[in-house]
C-alpha cells in the first residue's frame, strides 16, 4: 500500500527538481558568467518567450519599445 504513495511522492520532487533545474538554466534573471554576461537580461529581444506559459501573448508579434545598451 505504500508503492503508490512512494510513486507519487517521487514524481512530485522530480517535477519540483525539473522545475529549479529550468529556472536556473533558462531565466534570464539568474547569471552563471558575471565575467562574460553580467546582465543577461539586457539580451534578451522582445520575441524571446522567457515565461513558463503565455497564455493569450503573441510573442512574435511584439517590438522592441525599450534602448539598447
Do not use: M
Amino acid at each position: 500500500q505504500l508503492i503508490p504513495l512512494i510513486g507519487f511522492i517521487s514524481i512530485g520532487l522530480g517535477s519540483a527538481v525539473l522545475y529549479l533545474l529550468r529556472l536556473a538554466l533558462y531565466s534570464p534573471d539568474v547569471s552563471w558568467d558575471r565575467k562574460n554576461n553580467p546582465e543577461p537580461w539586457n539580451k534578451l529581444s522582445p520575441t524571446d518567450q522567457y515565461k513558463f506559459l503565455a497564455v493569450s501573448t503573441d510573442y512574435k508579434s511584439l517590438k522592441k519599445d525599450r534602448p539598447s545598451f
